[in-house]
T-cell receptor
């Protein structure tokens, strides 16, 4: 089945130690998104790629970076994780939604990041 | 903030009952989407309603949209224990981005 896969499901890192989360998709969608979701809160968009075009949200900390080497893969890099970065990180994809955005997003099951 | 507010925050019902969740938002939208999230999992798209639509059905789901009141509702009829999850509305104001509401946690007891 076509899907969005996130690895690992659970990631533990130390305070200040860089960590990379990965996302792959078999849907061949040209838009990929990274969301941060803290406990009992709504997902918050960090950034998204439209093909290779990177779009950062204004309030996304500089500590968060992303790479998309090809259509299928996207990575989230946290350069120096702090305790406040502990959260679920969700990757999503969509077809080209065009100007009006009438396309659903397809989510992976997320990576839960813990900071020691 | 463009974030939507959902009401109630939590809802507990018995199997077979109907569940209604409401979403209010602040800005003009192109469409509004509803998603379900089971505990510890990703979000699953349920239904998309465009700004020029007033009502949409999908199986046991019924969504309404009132753009004059900037509000939407999701009705789940004949609830099942498997419907237990968090439900989020998400507003699309253009292009690729969604802004999610605060969510409703639904518990359906057998």
């Amino acid at each position: 089945d076509a899907m969005v896969i996130q690895n690992p499901r659970y990631q533990v890192t130390q305070f200040g130690k860089p960590v990379t989360l990965s996302c792959s998709q078999t849907l061949n969608h040209n838009v990929m998104y990274w969301y941060q979701q803290k406990s009992s809160q709504a997902p918050k968009l960090l950034f998204h790629y439209y093909d290779k075009d990177f779009n950062n949200e204004a309030d996304t900390p500089d500590n968060f970076q992303s790479r998309r080497p090809n259509t299928s893969f996207c990575f989230l890099d946290i350069r120096s994780p702090g305790l406040g970065d502990a959260a679920m990180y969700l990757c999503a994809t969509s077809r080209d939604p065009g100007r009006v955005g009438n396309q659903p997003q397809h989510f992976g099951d997320g990576t839960r990041l813990s900071i020691l | 903030s463009q974030q939507g507010e959902e009401d109630p925050q939590a809802l507990s019902i018995q199997e077979g009952e109907n569940a209604t969740m409401n979403c209010s938002y602040k800005t003009s939208i192109n469409n509004l989407q509803w998603y379900r999230q089971n505990s510890g999992r990703g979000l699953v798209h349920l239904i998309l309603i465009r700004s020029n639509e007033r009502e949409k059905h999908s199986g046991r789901l019924r969504v309404t949209l009132d753009t004059s009141k900037k509000s939407s509702s999701l009705l789940i009829t004949a609830s099942r224990a498997a419907d237990t999850a968090s439900y989020f509305c998400a507003m699309n104001t253009g292009f690729q981005k969604l802004v999610f509401g605060t969510g409703t946690r639904l518990l359906v007891s057998p």
